[in-house]
T-cell receptor, first 115, second 116 residues
Framework: AQSVTQLGSHVSVSEGALVLLRCNYS??????LFWYVQYPNQGLQLLLK??????LVKGINGFEAEFKKSETSFHLTKPSAHMSDAAEYFC?????????????FGSGTRLSIRP | DTGVSQDPRHKITKRGQNVTFRCDPI?????LYWYRQTLGQGPEFLTY????????KSRLLSDRFSAERPKGSFSTLEIQRTEQGDSAMYLC??????????????FGPGTRLTVL
């Protein structure tokens, strides 16, 4: 079975500061891991995904995440926050084999950016 | 590539009424998924299709819920005898299975259902 825990339902950082959103996963098989972003009243947009290739994954809008198997973590970072980064962020997991289907999402972290 | 579209974007209904939502996936995507998202939570899987076959259904999908994808293109999700607990955002996603690690799900804007 797979599960995801996002630490911190709300994170607030100053514009220009480092963004760090934490995600820990549990999976009985090698996982595929994802970060999605959701802006108000919109669907989810894929930021980046890990599919067992490079452990450091670069995504859109300057975000990246590092897969650490020993820590079962997949934290999302961005060196310098922009006001436009304010949104809800979801970490997600699914089994890493092609017959798998559903994605299991965390409960989300709301990112606020202070001017 | 016009993205995943959903209709309607908002639906307000009275308890006990039936509602139907439509999802149009990205052209040529062979998998289509339905998720439900309640306020302050992440999306929860409901069901998915590969072409026209419904391959998995969540325990969340009670007998009042039915989904179809008759020609392997668009899909509909119907809720019969709606209850206030059905109020949520219903999200559709599609993907193309074309090899290991390529199943990226692209989400539509969602249909927000409010049951009064």
């Amino acid at each position: 079975a797979q599960s995801v825990t996002q630490l911190g339902s709300h994170v607030s950082v100053s514009e220009g500061a480092l963004v760090l959103l934490r995600c820990n996963y549990s999976s009985s098989v090698p996982p595929y891991l994802f970060w999605y972003v959701q802006y108000p009243n919109q669907g989810l947009q894929l930021l980046l995904k890990y599919t067992s290739a490079a452990t450091l994954v670069k995504g859109i809008n300057g975000f990246e995440a590092e897969f650490k198997k020993s820590e079962t973590s997949f934290h999302l970072t961005k060196p310098s926050a922009h006001m436009s980064d304010a949104a809800e962020y979801f970490c997600a997991v699914r089994p890493g084999y092609s017959s798998a289907s559903k994605i299991i999402f965390g409960s989300g972290t709301r990112l606020s950016i202070r001017p | 590539d016009t993205g995943v579209s959903q209709d309607p974007r908002h639906k307000i209904t009275k308890r006990g009424q039936n509602v139907t939502f439509r999802c149009d996936p990205i052209s040529e995507h062979n998998r289509l998924y339905w998720y439900r998202q309640t306020l302050g939570q992440g999306p929860e899987f409901l069901t998915y299709f590969q072409n026209e076959a419904q391959l998995e259904k969540s325990r969340l999908l009670s007998d009042r819920f039915s989904a179809e994808r008759p020609k392997g293109s668009f899909s509909t999700l119907e809720i019969q005898r709606t209850e206030q607990g059905d109020s949520a955002m219903y999200l559709c996603a599609s993907s193309l299975i074309a090899g290991e690690g390529t199943d990226t799900q692209y989400f539509g804007p969602g249909t927000r259902l409010t049951v009064l």
